[in-house]
């Protein structure tokens, strides 16, 4: 993913405050950027790298950031970058494995404005809305939403309905999705590629909806999670070809490799039910109980059909926790 600092939005991309009924200004100057450093030994560190940048949104005066939690997991330092130029500490105060949500926690007094929450239910597909980044009108595009439906995620991640933006923006992570009412209706995950007219291709970002956020948000500041017991997460990565299920990839350490499930693994099946795409595979997984049920699983190796037993986990016992400044 691109720096914060290093690229512009095309100006025909940009919004233009004129377009909108409320204060487009003061709706971007509510977006912030975000650098992250991950020691190297972190679990994530391999996948996602040990400097990370993005961007994330005040959705409270007293300085606390939503953001994307894959920029800010494992994290032992972070800095905060305001739009008047300062840059201040922030504290990790929770991650949803669920969602895709992080929450920071500025570490200095500040007076900053913050994005009213807003009804990501409500927004219709065609609608006209601003995909907010670090920087301004000139780090930020005029978007429409393209699409409202499910998403399922190659590393245990399904979103019921997750929602879909053109034009692209180059650096989603962490992007405030701003509605017609100047509200916030998500935040920037990822960028897709997505079938267009006469056989082309176009980028689309994924956003989280911001409903998923109202139930978990006091949880969060409170506990840095859910309050709740955690789903089994297997750590494997899958992908669909061609109406199969195929393992891709394998976490260290984590329980489908102690299971001996290997990548080229076709999954039939999760304890007796048939699995044919990702939603439904990971969904029957979560169905067996919390972290730490044994799930069994059927595969295709080698010419023949094998059943194994997976002992799941809980995926945060795998990464760093939080320090404190």
């Not at 709706?27 to 940048?53: M, N, Q, W």
């Not at 056989?199 to 840095?224: A, E, S």
């Not at 992908?239 to 693994?265: H, I, M, S």
Request: with cysteine; hydrophobic share 40%; net charge negative.
């Amino acid at each position: 993913m691109p720096s914060v600092s290093d690229w512009k939005v095309p100006s025909s991309a940009q919004p233009k405050a004129e377009d909108y009924s409320y204060d487009l200004e003061r709706a971007l100057s509510c977006v912030v950027g975000l650098r992250t450093i991950v020691p190297a030994d972190a679990f994530t560190a391999e996948t996602l790298g040990t400097e990370r940048a993005g961007n994330g949104v005040f959705i409270r005066g007293n300085g606390l950031v939503l953001t994307v939690g894959y920029l800010i997991t494992e994290a032992e330092t972070l800095w905060i970058t305001l739009g008047d130029g300062r840059s201040v500490p922030g504290h990790v105060l929770g991650y949803d494995q669920e969602t895709g949500f992080g929450l920071v926690q500025a570490l200095a007094k500040l007076d900053v404005p913050a994005l009213e929450i807003g009804d990501s239910a409500a927004a219709s597909i065609g609608e006209r809305v601003v995909v907010g980044g670090f920087g301004g009108r000139q780090r930020s595009v005029a978007a429409r939403i393209v699409a409202k439906q499910e998403f399922a995620g190659y590393w245990e991640y399904v979103l019921d309905e997750a929602i879909f933006t053109a034009p692209a923006h180059p650096n989603w992570g962490g992007t405030a999705l701003i509605g017609p009412a100047g509200d916030l209706l998500g935040i920037g995950s990822l960028q897709l590629q997505h079938a267009a007219e006469k056989g082309q291709t176009q980028n689309i970002n994924m956003m989280i909806p911001i409903d998923l956020l109202k139930p978990i948000v006091d949880d969060l500041m409170k506990f840095g999670r859910r309050n709740i017991p955690p789903r089994p997460w297997l750590g494997l990565y899958a992908t669909e070809v061609e109406n199969r299920l195929v393992v891709v990839g394998l976490a260290d350490r984590g329980p489908a490799k102690k299971a001996d499930l290997r990548t080229g693994d076709i999954i039939l099946s999760v304890a007796g039910k048939d699995v044919h795409d990702l939603a439904s595979f990971f969904r029957r997984i979560w169905a067996q109980g919390p972290a730490g049920v044994d799930v069994p699983i059927a595969i295709y190796r080698d010419g023949e059909t094998r059943e194994l037993r997976v002992t799941s986990s809980e995926r945060n016992k795998f990464l760093k926790g939080p320090s404190l400044h």
